[in-house]
Structures are given as structure tokens and as C-alpha cells.
């Protein structure tokens, strides 16, 4: 038995040395970093929303990188202002890809996006990054290849709708569908803040108010002017609304029911709109409670120091002292915690409502002085100035 072991020893013993005889040493491959030449179909484009921009605008080209052996390449493509040099450019990962091509309208937003300025013709700069993919998935040991760089001059249009007719500063209602009704509803200038719109946006006004049924009203620009007004061409028009013309012949039929109405008047359509309302929507009145006030939390607040002023049907303003540290809230009713309105931020932002409102509250500004907080319920904001 121990000389069938002493063979088996002997045996393998002889196959490591056969196996050890044959091992290679694999060659180490030296990669050699080729060139790459990026080219544009254009240099300078003119950027055109015809057709919802979906026509060709751009198309870039590379060649493959060639490194001497056969490797895995990511091409990053990197687009920067030329003020920006590349520091923080837009990139977009095209793994194998070897071009890359843009509509009107997705170079127009990456345009915008860079600091160009609509109408105004403008620079990019833009370069391809070659990367050696690693086998472990690791950073790249071998250097970065950029191709050339590309200057395109870009004239971006703006994305800003357009209104139809020139926006008025202001917007007011008047006629005998308003409170006034027959006997007073014609009286001009009109009762603000009741009868004057608010601003939703730069093309978009609002109200909320009660309308008298069966009744008729204009739009004014100017309080207490006649001088100007928009109105309709159609001698009947529908009292849930339509189209409006400056200056046109004939008045807006109210809605047929006397009740709360929301009037929404659009300058980019050139229209106005007419829906019934939901009482509350809109407080009649509005308050600031709050530890970065000089009140505190005390609940009723100091009146008229601690009340907003209401600017329009909509929107109400308050200028006001406030402490450096500490929160504060928007009570629609002085002395009632039932419900409140807030918001996330120190400079403003989305309104929120009772339950929506952080627990924290709305953050103080960080720095003392007096401010001018602007809510608007149109457009559920509030800003802090």
C-alpha cells in the first residue's frame, strides 16, 4: 500500500512540473489614443417653433476613436457657453453612438437653458469626450480623448407665449351684472378691490365675484375711464363667455343665474370665461401670525398692523416688520386656528393650505427688516420681498 501512495506522489509531483513548464506570461497592450474631428451640418442656425419646432436643426458627427486595440468607448457629447469654457457643461452620455442630432426645438431649450437670449444671435461650444470603458467598472485609467471644438452661433426664440392684444397693466369690471347692479353697475370708476382683476400671469387676469343674472358688463384698462374697453363683436354673445376686441361695439351677457362666478380673461387666446364659483375659495379677508412678527403666536393678531391689505379680487399685500429668526402663517380668520395658509420657503412660492402647510410653517427671511409679502390666490403663490 505505501508504494502505491509513494507512485501516486511521484505522478503528481511530474504533472506540476509539466503544468508549470507550459505557463506563458500574456503581453501588456499599450494603448495609442487616436484623434477625433467632430463637424456640424451648421455653424449658425436661426431656431423656428414652425411647426412646434420639430424640424432638424443641428445634426453632429465623430469618427470612432481608435486606440490600437480593440476597446470599449463611451462618447460623452459637451456643450457649454463660451463664457463658460466647458467648466459645467450640458453633457449627454451616447454610449457607442457617433452622432447626435437636434430639433429646432430641443436646441432651442438647451439654447435658453445656457443663458442665450431670444431674437439675439449667440454663442455655444461644443466637443466630444472619448472614454476607455473599464472591464471592473472603475474610472478609467486611460486619459480622456476630446475631439476638436465646434462654435455654433444660435438664435433662439422665446418660449413665452404671446398675447394676442397688447396686456393692460390693470383690469377692472363694470356693468349692471356686477353688485351694483341696473342702478349702479354702470358707475365709473368701479369699487376696488371688489370690481378690479387679478393678475394671474403676464397674459392671464381673474376674479371672483357675485353676478347679477340676466345682466351685461365690460372690461376696462383704466379705472373710470371710457376712453377705452374690451368688449365683443357678436350682438349676442354666450354668457359662459368667448372671444373679446378692444374697443369692440357690444357688451359681455353675464350669466343667465344670479350667483358666485370666477371671470377668467386670457390675452394670449383672446378670450374670457365665465364658471361658477366655489364660495371660500377666496377669503374676504386675510392675517399674519407668526414668531417673526412682533405679535408672536398670540391669536387674535393686532389689527391693522397684522392684516393684509386686499389688493384686487384675489390678492391681498402686506408690508410689514419681520424678525430675523423664528415663523409665521396666513389666517383667513383673526383668532380662528380652524384654517391657515403657508409655504415652504423664505422668498415664496406654491400656497398651501391647512393640512399641506409644513409643520415648521413658513420660514422667516434669515435677515430682519421690513418685507412685503404678496399673496395671490389666482395663481396659488405668495412672494416675499
Not at 403676464?202 to 383704466?222: D, H, R, S, W, Y
Not at 386675510?286 to 387674535?300: E, K, Q, S
Not at 399685500?317 to 419681520?322: A, C, M, V
Request: with cysteine.
Amino acid at each position: 500500500m505505501k508504494t502505491i501512495f509513494n507512485r501516486l506522489t511521484i505522478v503528481a509531483a511530474a504533472v506540476l512540473i509539466v503544468l508549470a513548464g507550459c505557463k506563458k506570461n500574456l503581453p501588456q497592450v499599450t494603448l495609442t489614443p487616436g484623434t477625433s474631428m467632430l463637424t456640424a451640418s451648421a455653424t449658425t442656425v436661426v431656431l423656428d417653433s414652425t411647426g412646434g419646432g420639430s424640424g432638424t436643426a443641428l445634426t453632429l458627427n465623430w469618427p470612432a476613436v481608435a486606440y490600437g486595440a480593440q476597446v470599449a468607448v463611451t462618447y460623452t457629447l459637451e456643450i457649454d457657453s463660451v463664457n463658460g469654457n466647458f467648466s459645467k457643461p450640458v453633457s449627454i452620455n451616447l454610449a457607442t453612438g457617433l452622432s447626435m442630432s437636434y430639433t429646432m426645438a430641443g436646441l432651442n431649450t438647451l439654447a435658453l437653458s445656457l443663458g442665450l437670449a431670444p431674437s439675439v444671435a449667440g454663442q455655444l461650444q461644443v466637443r466630444v469626450a472619448a472614454d476607455v470603458d473599464q472591464s471592473t467598472g472603475a474610472a478609467s485609467t486611460v486619459a480622456t480623448v476630446f475631439s476638436n471644438v465646434v462654435s455654433l452661433t444660435l438664435t433662439p426664440y422665446s418660449t413665452i407665449p404671446q398675447p394676442l392684444y397688447p396686456v393692460p397693466a390693470n383690469l377692472y369690471l363694470v356693468g349692471s351684472a356686477t353688485p351694483g347692479g341696473p342702478a349702479t353697475g354702470w358707475n365709473n370708476p368701479v369699487p376696488v378691490p371688489s370690481q378690479q382683476f387679478t393678475q394671474i400671469d403676464a397674459n392671464t387676469f381673474g376674479m371672483v365675484i357675485q353676478l347679477v343674472g340676466g345682466e351685461q358688463f365690460l372690461l376696462l384698462p383704466v379705472n373710470g375711464d371710457w376712453s377705452h374697453k374690451y368688449a365683443v363683436t357678436s350682438g349676442n354673445p354666450s354668457p359662459t363667455g368667448g372671444p373679446f376686441v378692444p374697443d369692440a361695439a357690444n357688451n359681455m351677457n353675464g350669466p343667465v343665474a344670479s350667483g358666485l362666478y370666477q371671470i377668467i380673461v386670457d390675452f394670449v387666446k383672446g378670450t374670457y370665461t365665465i364658471t361658477p364659483a366655489v364660495a371660500g375659495a377666496i377669503p374676504t379677508n386675510l392675517f399674519l401670525v407668526g414668531d417673526a412678527t412682533a405679535g408672536g403666536w398670540a391669536n387674535p393678531v393686532p389689527v391693522p398692523t397684522q392684516q393684509f391689505t386686499q389688493t384686487s379680487s384675489g390678492e391681498f399685500k402686506i408690508s410689514i416688520p419681520l424678525l430675523s429668526t423664528g415663523s409665521y402663517l396666513f389666517l383667513p380668520v383673526n383668532g380662528d386656528w380652524t384654517n391657515k395658509y403657508g409655504g415652504a420657503s423664505a422668498t415664496g412660492g406654491p400656497l398651501l393650505y391647512d393640512a399641506a402647510v409644513p409643520s415648521s410653517n413658513t420660514p422667516g427671511p434669515g435677515v430682519a427688516g421690513t418685507y412685503t409679502i404678496d399673496v395671490n390666490f389666482f395663481s396659488n403663490t405668495y412672494t416675499v420681498q
